[in-house]
């Protein structure tokens, strides 16, 4: 009986959202009545070009006070607890300042943040910094507002616009396509979303807010993130099969208001807008909360198993800890209960190196390039926000003085 | 402080008693002054060691108080899935309970049942003679409920003193982290009734601190002795982390420091047990626990090396660091109790195959030749495994030998004729 009330339950939360997809275009958030496209440098800093940034303000506003009224929602809640109402004031007040012992910022993260700024800026905003056009191709080669006549990586807009796609381009350019689409995704798998996706920074930028803050996140189980799988795989079918049913994935893809509205395109934000304001607050109380649904990801994600990019284990070296299962923000289980396995990398893995980061036991995991170790796990590097720095403990002498000891760190080795 | 205060611990007591504190605490301190003076016969003793050995000699045979803990609100926890960040983060003190007294073993053995184990009687024995001060100051006992020994011995304790029975669950799954995320924050109440200070976001984080500060210390120790095998005798090492059971974390950690850098200083010279080449052996099972240090006593004695210890009560009980990942007060709480959880090696886990791989990691890790099993008469759960950890280092190649032992000396030389053997045994394999 429960069971099929559960049952019954998915299957009612997957023709919502089947609905909302196909009825997207008709919610609308912030409509024009043209495409206007920025070009330059100077038009863009015009009035009339932040005017148009004004539905991005909109979109803030809106997820901060929803964050807000969550927090406070919360809070009620709890107090009706006696034992959790006493640490309601720790658990959910914004504290000032870092906390001591917070582990020291790796060769890794700084090249991972910074990839992923320098990208999104430039599939942002590389369009009107350096033209359009470079050699007869097309910039910047993965914004689909500004380059939709390349048909090179801009796959997702055609993914979710097939018809166009077969309408529009004879047959090598079709073959061209998926030739390209297919190549980049074997190349470089999901570290395109934990290293260059737009959105990946954005979800990532609202995370590092609420650590900041110190406000405690959602807590997502192994059965939380089970329930998400059909709506991924809904996604999945929805994203190009949306515009067979009279659909535009587009409307309901909350990208839409990162990319395009960002780099000055006057376009109109249909649910969009909404699903963007619903991914800010989520990604604020669950890390990378879109990604586990999101569908071109999981497209990519299909090909992991060819992606140089592996996730290494030492299987006796990990304690099951669970620190990595902890940190991973797409709730890969596997990787701390494995035991048999050298390589742990699953279809979900975004690469963003979070579990190698917070894994203390040495070499137990790696992020692996072509069977070489970019970034390894070390017991020195978790640790070593909690170095005396009065008395100059060196734990680097130390170590050093073995064959490997607790290793360098990872990223040093590149 | 020494001479009166030890013996105040009961009121109006008669003759009888009287003798009997005093024949109790002259027979504890002898043993105790034996087990240390055995430690410091073994040689090749760095000299950084000494605080270590000042404060087991303080505790055990002065019977006081060390200075560190003097005017502090003492907690006492028994294992290490009580969170001892927690407790400094109501600013008081923890320290570890669990007991390998023989005298106060003799006398729990009166009152538990005979097949109870002897750590779980030692504790009862000290708590039920109130002559030993760190038992008898303590303004609270968290009692992690980890076996039915632990169990009883929480109520049992009750009677005279304020206990806190943390329920550790049986498995690590997601929802046991849940679970134990509760406990813990049911601990951290308890702890603020008893001390009368708030537990806030910034006081956890300097209570995280202070123990982060004794695990990057012992971090680099550990590291340094994969590097260099045999650095120091096995039974100075236990001698280190027993010496942390009475020590804030942070007078632990500067003592540590020290003996870091004078090994680092030392690096490759003389002065090293390793300099000879001896049978390098591992103890696992049970806890062994001073001055029920008999059996590593013996392996050193005997011409062997501790090379590795997989017990609770060794390094295993601090070297797994409580890693972050959310900034929040939740966020910690939770780090807490995953770390007191999942990469916890105690058989008290239904499943807990991940202790064979720690087995198996550190046998390589220390290049070590042979196994000792121990096991506490009554321990069941360390016991169940044996099999396990047995047929497993049969696959290795590594021979295992199962030492059952209880805390008193009257096995002493049946030990030492097995250990002896065993010894031989890798000696001649090698």
């Not at chain 1, 509205?261 to 991914?279: D, N, R």
């Not at chain 2, 038992?135 to 206990?163: E, H, N, Q």
């Not at chain 2, 008469?377 to 495994?385: A, I, P, Q, S, T």
Request: aromatic share 10%; hydrophobic share 45%; with cysteine.
């Amino acid at each position: 009986m429960n069971r099929n009330r559960k049952r019954l339950s998915m299957v009612l939360v997957l023709a919502g959202i089947t609905l909302l997809v196909l009825l997207s275009g008709r919610i609308p958030f912030w409509t024009y009545d043209e495409r206007v496209l920025t070009t330059d440098i100077e038009q863009f800093f015009s009035p009339e070009h932040l005017v148009r940034l004004l539905p991005l303000a909109v979109i803030i506003l809106a997820a901060a006070a929803a964050i807000t009224g969550i927090c406070w929602i919360r809070k009620r809640y709890r107090e009706q607890d006696s034992m959790r109402a006493r640490y309601e004031g720790m658990r959910s007040s914004g504290r000032a300042g870092k906390r001591q012992g917070r582990q020291k910022v790796s060769v890794f993260s700084v090249i991972r943040w910074s990839v992923m700024v320098v990208f999104s800026l430039l599939i942002i905003f590389g369009g009107i910094f350096f033209g359009f056009t470079i050699f007869g191709i097309d910039i910047p080669v993965l914004s689909c507002p500004t380059n939709r006549s390349q048909l090179m990586e801009s796959s997702c807009y055609f993914l979710a616009h097939l018809p166009d796609l077969f309408a529009e381009y004879d047959a090598v350019s079709i073959a061209l396509f998926f030739g390209s689409t297919i190549l980049f995704a074997l190349l470089l798998g999901r570290v395109l979303c934990g290293f260059l996706c737009p959105m990946g920074l954005v979800q990532d930028l609202v995370h590092l807010l609420r650590q900041k803050l110190k406000i405690e996140g959602f807590v997502m189980t192994e059965a939380d993130y089970r329930k998400l799988v059909p709506v991924k795989w809904l996604l999945v079918l929805l994203m190009p099969g949306a515009v067979f049913a009279g659909g535009n994935f587009c409307d309901f893809c909350p990208a839409l208001a990162v990319s395009p509205v960002i780099s000055g395109l006057k376009v109109s934000l249909y649910f969009s807008g909404f699903m963007m304001i619903l991914v800010l607050v989520g990604s604020f109380f669950k890390r990378r909360a879109w990604c586990n649904i999101c569908p071109l990801g999981l497209m990519i994600g299909l090909f992991h198993r060819l992606s140089p990019f592996r996730i290494k284990k030492e299987p006796t070296a990990c304690t099951e800890c669970g620190a990595c299962y902890e940190a991973c923000p797409m709730g890969i289980k596997m990787i701390y209960t494995e035991r048999e396995k050298t390589d742990v990398t699953d279809w979900n893995c975004i690469m963003c190196g979070e579990c190698v980061k917070c894994c203390p036991e040495d070499h137990a995991l790696a992020l692996a390039f072509a069977g070489k170790k970019i970034y390894d796990a070390s017991r020195k590097r978790v640790v070593s926000g909690y170095q005396d720095s009065e008395e100059q403990a060196d734990f680097g002498r130390l170590s050093g003085a073995g064959a490997e000891g607790a290793g360098g760190d990872g990223a040093g080795a590149r | 402080m020494m001479g009166t205060g030890r013996k105040t611990g009961k009121t109006g007591k008669s003759g009888i008693e009287e003798r009997f504190a005093s024949r109790f605490l002259a027979k504890q301190e002898k043993t105790s002054a034996k087990y240390l003076r055995r430690v410091e016969e073994l040689g090749e003793m760095p000299e950084a060691l000494a605080p270590f050995l000042d404060t087991l000699r303080r505790v055990y045979v002065d019977m006081a108080l060390p200075d560190a803990l003097r005017g502090k609100t003492l907690i006492g926890t028994y294992c290490v899935m009580a969170p001892q960040e927690l407790v400094y983060a109501a600013g008081a003190v923890p320290v570890k309970l669990c007991s390998g007294n023989y005298t106060a073993f003799s006398v729990g053995d009166g009152n538990a049942p005979r097949d109870a184990c002897p750590l779980v009687k030692a504790v009862e024995g000290f708590c039920e003679t109130g002559l030993m001060p760190i038992y008898r100051d303590c303004a609270l006992m968290a009692v992690p409920i980890t076996c039915d020994c632990k169990k009883k011995i929480a109520g049992m304790l009750a009677a005279r003193s304020r206990v806190f029975p943390l329920q550790v669950p049986a498995g690590r799954d997601d929802g046991d982290i849940t679970q134990y995320v509760e406990e813990l924050y049911r601990f951290a109440g308890i702890l603020e009734d008893v001390t009368g200070s708030e537990i806030s976001w910034e006081t956890l984080a300097s209570g995280m601190r202070q123990v982060g500060r004794a695990q990057y210390e012992l971090s680099r120790f550990l590291a340094w002795k994969k590097a260099r095998h045999g650095l120091m005798w096995g039974t100075h090492i236990l001698a280190v982390m027993h010496a942390a059971s009475y020590l804030p974390a942070d007078v632990w950690a500067s003592s540590m420091r020290r003996l870091n850098d004078e090994l680092e200083a030392k690096g490759e010279g003389s002065g090293r047990p390793a300099s000879r080449k001896r049978p390098r052996l591992m103890i696992t099972g049970s806890p062994v626990i001073f001055p029920n240090i008999k059996v590593p006593l013996l392996i050193e004695e005997l011409g062997g090396i501790l090379a590795a210890d997989e017990t609770c009560m060794g390094e295993r009980g601090m070297s797994d660091p409580a890693v972050v990942v959310d900034e929040s007060f939740d966020g910690m709480m939770r780090a807490l109790a995953n770390r007191a959880v999942r990469p916890c090696s105690c058989p008290t886990f239904a499943d807990n195959t991940e202790r064979i791989y720690r087995i198996r990691q550190m046998v390589r890790d220390y290049d070590v030749q042979g196994v000792v099993y121990h096991v506490l008469r009554g321990c069941l759960v360390y016991d169940f495994e044996y099999q396990l950890v047995e047929e497993v280092l049969g696959e290795m190649g590594i021979p295992v030998i199962r030492l059952e032992s209880d805390y008193n000396e009257e096995d002493v030389e049946q030990l030492k004729i097995r250990l002896e053997a065993f010894i031989e045994l890798i000696k001649f394999r090698a």
